[in-house]
C-alpha cells in the first residue's frame, strides 16, 4: 500500500476519493487513524468508545470529503470531525463522575504490578495525573491533548473546536488548575506532599 507522507499526498488521495476511487480512503485513514483514535479516547477515557468514535468520524469525513475546501491542513479538518463526534458521543452518555474514593489512596496499591518500590510510586503518579485528566470536562481534556500532546498552536486548536484563542488560553490555564486541585486533594488522602512535574 503506498504510504502517505505529506500534504500534496493527501490532497491527491482526496482527489482519487472525489474521483470514485473509494479504496483511495483507505490510505487517508491508515494516515490518521492512530491521532484520530487518541484524540477520542483522551476525550471519551475508554478505548472501545474511542474506536467507535473514530470509525464513525472517518465515515463522516468520507461522506463529508467534497465539502473539505483545502482552507485549512486536512488533518485539522479531521480533528474537527473527530472532536465534535466525542464530544456529543460523552454528552448524550453523561458518563459517571469518579470521586476520590474511585482513586487508591497509596503508591503501595500498585506494588502488586510492579518489581520494586520505586516503580509502584512511578506508575502511582502517572495513574494520579490520568485520574486528575479523567476528572475535568471533555472539552478541557480535548483542549489539553492538542496543546500539550499534539502541539498544535492556539490557532490550530481554535480551527478544531471553534473556540476563540483568548479563549482556548483561559480554559486550559482552568483546565491545569483543576487538574493541580485534583492532585493535592488526592494528595492529602496520602498526606505526603506530591511535586507535580507532568508534561502538561
Known amino acids: 500500500m503506498v504510504r502517505v507522507s505529506d500534504k500534496n499526498d493527501i490532497l491527491y488521495y482526496i482527489d482519487q476519493v472525489l ?3 473509494v479504496n483511495a480512503f483507505t490510505c ?5 487513524k492512530d491521532k484520530a483514535f487518541n484524540l477520542a479516547f483522551r476525550i471519551c477515557c475508554n478505548r472501545e468508545e474511542a474506536e467507535e468514535i473514530a470509525q464513525d468520524s472517518f465515515l463522516k469525513a468520507y461522506r463529508a470529503l467534497g465539502r473539505f475546501q483545502r482552507k485549512s491542513s486536512f488533518s485539522t479538518w479531521l480533528y474537527r470531525i473527530v472532536y465534535n463526534t466525542a ?5 448524550l452518555k453523561k458518563r ?3 470521586s476520590l474514593e474511585d482513586f487508591p489512596a497509596d503508591a503501595a496499591d500498585f506494588t502488586g504490578t510492579s518489581a520494586s518500590e520505586e516503580e509502584a510510586e512511578s506508575e502511582y503518579r502517572r495513574s494520579l495525573i490520568d485520574f486528575a485528566f479523567q476528572k475535568i470536562s471533555e472539552e478541557e481534556r480535548c483542549l489539553i491533548t492538542l ?4 502541539e498544535m498552536s492556539t490557532e490550530e486548536i481554535s ?4 473556540i476563540s484563542r483568548s479563549n482556548i488560553k483561559v480554559k486550559l490555564f482552568r483546565a491545569r488548575q483543576k487538574m493541580f486541585r485534583i492532585i493535592d486533594n488526592a494528595e492529602k488522602k496520602r498526606m505526603v506532599p506530591y511535586e507535580f ?3 502538561i
Open 19 to 21: 474521483g470514485g476511487d
Open 28 to 32: 487517508i485513514a491508515d494516515r490518521y
Open 96 to 98: 459517571k463522575i469518579l
Open 159 to 162: 480551527d478544531v473546536t471553534g
Open 197 to 199: 512535574t507532568g508534561g
Open 87 to 91: 464530544i456529543s458521543y460523552v454528552r
Open 147 to 150: 496543546h500539550y500532546y499534539e
